[in-house]
């Protein structure tokens, strides 16, 4: 993918994975900043995240987000 592209994109968690989100700036997307599915824990630290078309944190039923820090979401395209 080209770097126009690349930075419009977010984070998918799926599938019962644990990542640590930490120190990022997520914003202007095409999509939702964060989207977590399929039983996945993420752990979000000193995150901004704002301004991106479908949210910012978008959740799956039986996922478990864990929120360390400051968190950011201001929608813009509705």
Request: with cysteine.
């Amino acid at each position: 993918m080209t770097a126009s592209i690349m930075h419009r994109l977010g984070v998918l968690t799926s599938t019962q994975s644990h990542p640590i989100v930490r120190w990022s700036q997520i914003f202007d997307g095409l999509a939702a900043a964060v989207e977590i599915s399929n039983n996945a824990t993420v752990m979000l630290e000193e995150n901004q995240i704002f301004n991106n078309r479908f949210g910012g944190l978008c959740l799956a039923s039986g996922v478990q987000p864990i929120d360390t820090g400051k968190y950011w979401h201001i929608m813009s395209y509705i």
